[in-house]
């Protein structure tokens, strides 16, 4: 793995031992590494928040919260975040029964330098892989103000998937989520599935946030729509509101889209469409 590609990986460590925490922090950052810890399960599931985690690595016996309880977390919440259990010899059989509920690997204390880097590069290779396979591609975004009229419209990345029927399929969502028409707890993010293609949706004060694409990984994108939804929300809050027609208030929308826009499994970008539709 090259030196920018791993800078980009954050590693969580997780120990009750500041000795353990401390060797191999150092070891995984000599290797270009950034390496956040914690010392018990609890402070863990604190970082897998507020940080951007590519790997675990968490010994199975901590207070207050231990190792099981963070494999248990990680692989509900961030599916896609590999964990990799420390034990001592006496508790292989423990660490075993982690391999079976979900971690990558296991490594027995004292850690071998050449054995840790190996089993973490093995666990990023392959998550990429994974993520890779099953990630969410965007193909259309909109933006609908309230009744279902379309103020914005990027078309990021047509596939054959998408026929002509796709954007009616989409309007029959919005209709059914303004019905409430949808089976899911409320505040929850809407999806409908059309084929092999999902359609999510967000919903702001005034407007609903329209995504449409396929892949099976869709915590990210989602997470990435309610931030959009904020932003929009705090910038064109009010021109939604009293919107009466017309798209060149919208024109600049984009600055508050980018974190959807510039997501790497995206693709090639299309020339932006703003569109005004009918009332549905």
């Known amino acids: 793995m090259e030196l920018n590609e791993k800078i980009r990986k954050t590693i969580l460590v997780v120990d009750d031992e500041e000795v353990i925490r ?5 070891h995984l950052e000599k290797e270009g590494y950034r390496v956040v810890t914690s010392e018990n399960g609890l402070d863990a599931l ?6 951007e ?34 034990t001592g010899y006496i ?39 994974e993520r890779e396979l099953e990630s969410f591609h965007v193909s259309q975004l909109y933006i609908l103000a309230d009744g279902g009229l379309v103020i914005y419209h990027k078309d990021i990345d047509s596939v054959s998937t998408f026929d ?5 399929s989409m309007l029959t969502a919005v ?20 084929g092999n293609s999902k359609i999510l949706i967000e919903e702001g004060e005034d407007f609903f946030l329209v995504v449409i694409g396929e892949g099976r990984d869709i915590m990210l ?12 929300e705090r910038n ?13 208030v919208f024109a600049d929308i984009e600055s508050e889209l980018d974190e959807l826009l510039e997501m790497e499994n995206l693709g090639e970008e299309s020339e932006q469409n703003l569109v005004l539709q009918e009332d549905l």
């Open 22 to 26: 401390d060797t191999l922090r150092i």
């Open 46 to 51: 604190e970082a897998l928040k507020e940080d």
């Open 53 to 86: 985690v590519s790997l675990v690595i968490t010994d199975i016996k901590m207070p207050k919260l231990d190792g099981f309880g963070v494999l248990e977390h990680a692989r509900k919440n961030y599916g896609y975040v590999p964990v990799v259990m420390l």
């Open 91 to 129: 508790d292989v059989e423990l660490a075993v029964d982690a391999m079976k509920m979900g971690s990558f690997h296991y490594l027995t204390k004292p850690v071998r330098k050449k054995e840790l880097i190996a089993t973490v590069e093995d666990a990023l290779k392959k998550t990429d892989s």
């Open 164 to 168: 002509s029927d796709i954007f009616g």
């Open 175 to 194: 209709r059914m989520f303004i019905d409430h028409s949808f089976d899911s707890d409320e505040g929850d993010g809407k999806m409908f599935e059309y």
């Open 221 to 232: 994108i989602k997470e990435k729509m309610k931030k959009t939804v904020k932003r929009v």
């Open 236 to 248: 064109y809050g009010n021109e939604i509101a009293s919107w009466r027609g017309g798209t060149e």
